[in-house]
């Protein structure tokens, strides 16, 4: 099947490589010329672990290209899906549709014979019915069907994800695509991954739901975890046993600084924002919006209190900047506001991160990067993990010890006990754990 992807960013480069993966013929289209260009040359503008090998491999077969050629790419396709992207609009936090749209009335004015044209951008409920107006409206002869196809990438783990998917939704009102979209995901079949038929309407819907319902699931144990703190609970047996319930499932109850990322802030906006809209207001993820906007602060001022409360002239390491670990994504990450609130408070900030800190250098301003954990912690007050990037999991606390100015270390993410730093002498802070510490041992 020939299949041509609109935008070659994150979602579309990597459903494009893992559909030519799966034996389909696949054009990448891009706008920007560098972007393009790199590609041809291997060179991936993103972090993704396994990205850059399976763009090599499909390349080489020739069932993968990359264009600047949307009139030809879009003649030749069976199925043009439009993977661009929907920022959160200045002034009111609706989705940015204007890429969307855009690219439906290109494709309008190049598809010839019946196309199925998907959208596989996040966006609001009723953006199929807009697109399909727009494509009459500009092209009255094109033979087309416009589809809803959400994806469900994880940053990190997209290709598995797309490979291996819990689901495939498929939004339709034309039942012609229903063929088409079968057969453009018949290989995942051998992994029995239950291809789900909807309308149109309902499979936007879905796609929101599903991250609205996750960042509020975030924002629930994060909660959990601030009440730990106050009453002497340990908020990881608690996520462990209610986890175990299958009704609430373990995933997403990891307490932490916050979420970020590319979808979870700007899709609950956007829902809430739709909601609002259609005078159907949803107060959950209006206040999961509030809650977590306010709690990457306050890890900061976390981080201001285990250090003693006055961290004026202080150095503090920051170890993860992205907003998780195997991306480089920094995208609303927690590491912005937990050193922006270090900054205003008097506090020279180091950084460290395996991937991140080219794009880290864009967004934050006035402090330090570092070649590695031990450069980032040589001489500082504090040591405080914002991303559970796996070269954290096992830090040698001695060799820490002896070149920190303070033995302090305030664990955003939970990944290590508290005895087992103590004992070389740290002071600990974790997530919902006794708020402070004291430090046992030499």
């Not at 994150?10 to 013929?25: E, I, N, Q």
């Not at 920022?87 to 690219?103: E, N, Q």
């Not at 789900?196 to 924002?219: C, G, P, Q």
């Not at 939970?414 to 030499?442: C, P």
């Amino acid at each position: 099947m020939r299949i041509t992807m609109i935008g070659s960013g994150y979602v579309g480069l990597v459903s494009g490589v893992c559909f030519a993966d799966f034996g389909h013929d696949v054009i990448c289209v891009d706008k920007d010329l560098s972007k393009i260009e790199a590609l041809r040359e291997g060179r991936i503008p993103i972090y993704e672990p396994g990205l850059e090998q399976l763009v090599a491999e499909n390349t080489s077969t020739g069932r993968l290209s990359f264009s600047t050629d949307v009139g030809e790419s879009v003649r030749s396709a069976d199925v043009v899906f439009i993977a661009v992207g929907t920022p959160s609009r200045r002034g009111d936090g609706h989705a940015d549709l204007s890429y969307v749209y855009a690219a439906a009335r290109e494709i309008a004015t190049y598809v010839e014979g019946f196309t199925v044209i998907v959208t596989k951008s996040t966006v609001p409920v009723g953006t199929g019915d807009e697109v399909e107006r727009i494509m009459r409206e500009t092209n009255p002869a094109a033979d087309v069907a416009v589809v809803s196809n959400p994806e469900f990438l994880r940053e990190g783990a997209a290709i598995e994800d797309f490979k291996r998917p819990d689901r495939i939704v498929v939004g339709l009102n034309d039942d012609r695509a229903r063929e088409t979209m079968t057969e453009v995901y018949r290989p995942l079949y051998l992994n029995q991954a239950p291809l789900v038929f909807t309308t149109r309407r309902t499979s936007e819907l879905i796609k929101y739901a599903a991250n609205a319902f996750l960042a509020m699931k975030i924002t629930f144990i994060n909660e959990i975890a601030d009440l730990c703190e106050r009453v002497d609970a340990n908020v990881q047996d608690v996520s462990r046993g209610i986890g175990l319930d299958g009704r609430i499932g373990s995933k997403f109850l990891h307490a932490g600084p916050g979420y970020g990322g590319s979808c979870f802030p700007k899709d609950t906006l956007a829902l809430a924002k739709t909601a609002q809209d259609y005078d159907a207001p949803m107060r959950l993820i209006e206040t999961t919006i509030s809650i977590n906007d306010n709690r990457k602060r306050a890890m900061g001022r976390k981080v201001i209190s285990a250090v003693g409360g006055d961290i004026r002239g202080k150095k503090i390491a920051i170890l993860g900047l992205t907003f998780k670990p195997n991306t480089d994504d920094m995208r609303d990450s927690p590491a912005i506001a937990v050193i922006q609130t270090l900054q205003d408070n008097g506090a020279q900030v180091v950084g460290y991160d395996p991937e991140g800190m080219e794009n880290a250098r864009k967004v934050i301003d006035n402090i330090e990067y570092a070649s590695g954990p031990y450069e980032a912690a040589a001489g500082a007050d504090a040591l405080v993990i914002v991303t559970e990037w796996n070269q954290f999991r096992a830090l040698d606390f001695s060799r820490l010890k002896q070149s920190m100015r303070t033995p302090i270390l305030v664990d955003l993410r939970n990944i290590y006990r508290s005895d087992e730093v103590r004992k070389h002498g740290f002071t600990y802070t974790g997530i919902g754990t006794n708020l402070y510490q004291e430090t046992t041992g030499a």
